[in-house]
């Protein structure tokens, strides 16, 4: 007999080798029928594996986070047996399950797969989800896997094995097809009731530009066709709510082949709402103790070798500047923090003037492939929200505690009500991956999950998703379609401060190292616009918005009293428009809308004679015939209602 340990720590007896399914059904049919995964002490397993020893089991459902990335896995391996139905030439290469669904990217050869080929690729898909074959893993030597796909004259799975260990290769079987796996499906095909395979994209092997192209199919897969349906409604409200088609109806930003891919042009109406961002945070910054700093776009190399900047990203960064000085080289910066370690060593300082908070909207530049550019939220030059605290380790914990309370008021100011956290840990499995000694990384993330768990944030643990330099605390947050963003992080850092040789004197006048908090709530200028943009429709909160009233003029003859309400409305500091060309009022009403300007104030004869407005809002219509007073206090009221009390 074995002892399982279920999630609310009862334990039960089982015979040995029995498996997570057949626990399942003894707990009750209904959760057999629906469990889709399941993990071991911490690992994910198929629920058709014997276990031979006690341990931790956890039963997923589609309800769970692991449940969808198997049935996403799963689909994911049903496609590429589809393609191979289809295709017998093509060269799989992988295909992993992601946040919402699943992509397998491919080799065509000389065949110029489309978008039309995407409907018989799907039928495929059905016609062998329905069969209800089931996934079944088997061990694999290196040399038999090797073999195998020599035969097959794969390329890509051989390097793909080359760099794994013999005796941890495994392969996935259903029906007639076999594919390299690590795991992780559910029962059988037959769960899949519903699939649509929703576009194709060009992607790089292994991400590397100077290597083949291959076309990559993304899809999506469901248990039931109205979960697929409710989907595909979503999707086309996202296509409605996509920032870039946003953001030139609005005139918010744009891009040039000239400037450069991936280096947004922020327009006159974009400068202003990112002013008015900035000036949001920096008040907010201010009440908190921050100090504003400015640092230089780029930096010499020799400081990013300090940092480990260089180390980590050197190579997928823009390449380094060569000045006249001989071997003299300077990069563009890819982080404000190392600029900020040199500022805080500008001068000794004591343990009474700790923490020092250093704060900077600082423009970082990435070289990021073009393949995986994306509007504002993949660019390659940024603007940071970015602070870093100095402080002593005794002042770790409040001042952690405090970036929370900054990062939870701003979501609340932005209307992000939805949203989790997760602490992102180092991978014990890959030291490499990171810097600094093992005492201080347990230091740092047993701080981070304290944090968490006194501010009763809701809180996953995820272990290699941690910085270089630190754990930290990302803050995952679902938009208006259920999105899932990863915006503000919060990282304790003791290793750059090593790094910098950083320290303060003590009260005992000895010399200590202090502790880095690196933070940033918007995470980055660019990309906070975007899910903004998306998150809202366009439609900002008034105080945020960059035109609060559009003044509409029935006719030309009513300019001049246009100009007394514009002037009354900036006195009050609502920021306002004249339209008065020559079109019918309708059309103007039209474009206001469009433009999702919230309120209208159309003035006609009848205003003009009385000194009032008749007012009309964004999306609902006419309000009333008000005097200037009433208006301004209506709007005033709205603004301050939407900005959670803040003076801005």
């Not at 897969?221 to 409710?230: A, H, I, T, V």
Request: glycine share 6%; hydrophobic share 35%.
């Amino acid at each position: 007999m074995i002892e399982i340990c279920f999630p609310d720590k009862s334990k039960r007896p089982f015979k040995k080798g029995v498996t997570p399914l057949e626990i399942a059904q003894s707990i009750s049919e209904g959760l057999a029928r629906n469990v889709l995964s399941s993990s071991f002490n911490g690992k994910i397993i198929e629920v058709s594996t014997p276990l031979k020893k006690n341990g931790d089991l956890k039963l997923f459902t589609w309800k769970d986070f692991e449940g969808k990335a198997a049935f996403w896995h799963s689909s994911a391996h049903i496609l590429a047996q589809s393609i191979l139905s289809l295709y017998p030439k093509a060269k799989l290469t992988i295909g992993p399950s992601i946040e919402n669904g699943f992509y397998y990217d491919v080799d065509f050869g000389n065949f110029s797969f489309t978008e039309s080929d995407l409907v018989p690729l799907e039928k495929k898909f059905l016609n062998f989800a329905r069969e209800k074959f089931k996934f079944k893993m088997r061990m694999s030597s290196k040399a038999e896997a090797l073999k195998y796909y020599k035969k097959e004259n794969n390329p890509y799975k051989l390097e793909l094995i080359e760099n794994l260990k013999d005796g941890e290769i495994s392969f996935c079987d259903h029906a007639d097809f076999t594919d390299l796996c690590r795991g992780g499906h559910i029962p059988n095909t037959g769960y899949i009731k519903a699939v649509k395979l929703l576009s194709i994209a060009g992607a790089y092997w292994r991400g590397d530009e100077s290597r083949p192209q291959l076309t990559r199919i993304y899809g999506i897969s469901f248990p039931k066709q109205k979960e697929l349906n409710e989907y595909l409604k979503l999707l086309e409200e996202a296509k409605k709510r996509d920032h870039r088609k946003l953001g030139k109806e609005l005139e918010l930003f744009t891009f040039s082949k000239k400037v450069g891919q991936g280096l947004p042009l922020w327009l006159p109406k974009g400068a202003e709402l990112r002013e008015r961002l900035e000036n949001f945070l920096k008040n907010a910054q201010k009440l908190a103790g921050y100090e504003q700093v400015i640092s230089p776009h780029i930096g010499n190399k020799e400081l990013y070798v300090t940092s480990g900047h260089y180390e980590k990203y050197g190579a997928d960064s823009f390449q380094p500047i060569q000045t006249p000085a001989d071997g003299e080289e300077f990069l563009l910066k890819p982080m404000n923090c190392p600029h900020h370690c040199e500022i805080f060593k500008s001068k000794p300082w004591s343990y009474r003037d700790l923490p020092k908070r250093y704060a900077e909207f600082g423009t970082v530049y990435r070289y990021e492939q073009s393949g995986e550019l994306h509007g504002l939220t993949r660019v390659r030059g940024f603007t940071q929200d970015d602070a870093h605290i100095f402080c002593a380790p005794e002042q770790l914990d409040d001042e952690f505690k405090k970036v929370i309370d900054l990062v939870l008021y701003v979501f609340k100011s932005l209307g992000f009500k939805n949203f989790s956290t997760q602490v992102s840990l180092r991978d014990p499995d890959k030291p490499e991956k990171y810097i600094g000694n093992l005492k201080n990384w347990e230091m740092a993330e047993n701080a981070i999950i304290n944090a968490a768990i006194e501010k009763d944030l809701n809180y996953s643990l995820e272990k290699g998703e941690a910085a270089f330099y630190g754990p930290k605390l990302d803050f995952m947050v679902k938009d208006a379609l259920g999105r899932r963003w990863q915006l503000g992080t919060i990282q304790v850092d003791y290793n750059l401060p090593e790094r910098f040789d950083l320290s303060y004197k003590g009260s005992d006048n000895n010399l200590y190292r202090p502790i880095m908090i690196h933070r940033a709530p918007f995470g980055s200028m660019e990309r906070f616009v975007a899910i903004l943009l998306e998150h809202t429709g366009g439609n900002f909160p008034i105080w945020l918005t960059p035109t609060q009233a559009n003044i509409l003029c029935v006719s030309e003859k009513h300019k001049n009293y246009a100009q007394k309400v514009l002037k009354f409305f900036e006195n009050h500091e609502i920021r306002a428009l004249i339209d008065d060309r020559n079109e019918t009022i309708g059309k103007k009403i039209r474009e206001s809308e469009i433009s999702k300007i919230p309120y209208m104030i159309i003035l006609g004869e009848k205003e003009a004679q009385s000194q009032s407005v008749s007012l009309r809002k964004h999306q609902k219509g006419d309000v009333g015939n008000f005097d200037l007073d009433s208006v301004v206090k209506l709007i005033k009221n709205e603004i301050k209602d939407s900005h959670v009390g803040l003076n801005v």
